[in-house]
Structures are given as C-alpha cells and as structure tokens.
Nanobody, 115 residues
Framework: QVQLVESGGGLVQAGGSLRLSCAAS????????VAWYRQTPGKERESVAT???????NYADSVKGRFTISRDNAKNTVYLQMISLKPEDTAVYYC?????????WGQGTQVTVSS
C-alpha cells in the first residue's frame, strides 16, 4: 500500500510561481511512474505532467515551458515546479503513482491563480 501526500498549493497572482510536492510512502517509489493531474469543477481530471522511473518526462501542451516535474528518489518525493502561472491553471492538483500495476492517488492540493 502506498500513501501519497501533496503539499505546496495556495493562492498566487498571475505570473507567480508555486512548487508542489508529493511525498510517497513505501519502498517501491524508485520504480514507479508518477504524474500530476488537475481538475476543476465540472471537468474531467487531466494529466499535467508525468515522470517515469528512468526520469523521462511528458507534459500537457498547456503547461509546456512553464511547469517542470522532477523526482528525488532518496526522499520518495516528486515535485511540480510551476512558473508563469495563469488563472486557467486554477484547479485541485492530484498526485498519481503507478507501480507494479497498482495505481494510487493523493488527496489533492488546491492551486488558485488570481488575475
């Protein structure tokens, strides 16, 4: 069983920055694929960024060049550095981890970008 705890969300003005963290329990973190998703009311959850166990990354077109996903296997933590934030980035951001065919979700952290 893996538990994920997100942190780092908050209120920021447009153009500002935030760094989200996702801390995972367990000892399989280094072989996992981790992703950040986001969701706004009435919309489907969408993938924002993904990082594989080998460090390969992938981003949604809407965040390319502004968001950076990284991982620290020694700390069992994945980060999402967000810069040049826009009001449309406002959402609840969720951490998702896949390992050994199991999928886990965090509880989410709210990011609000004011114009």
């Amino acid at each position: 069983q893996v538990q994920l705890v997100e942190s780092g969300g908050g209120l920021v003005q447009a153009g500002g920055s935030l760094r989200l963290s996702c801390a995972a329990s367990g000892n399989s973190f280094s072989i996992s694929t981790v992703a950040w998703y986001r969701q706004t009311p009435g919309k489907e959850r969408e993938s924002v960024a993904t990082i594989t166990s080998g460090g390969r990354t992938n981003y949604a077109d809407s965040v390319k060049g502004r968001f950076t996903i990284s991982r620290d296997n020694a700390k069992n933590t994945v980060y999402l550095q967000m810069i040049s934030l826009k009001p449309e980035d406002t959402a609840v951001y969720y951490c998702n981890l896949i390992v050994n065919r199991y999928e886990y979700w965090g509880q989410g952290t709210q990011v609000t970008v004011s114009s």
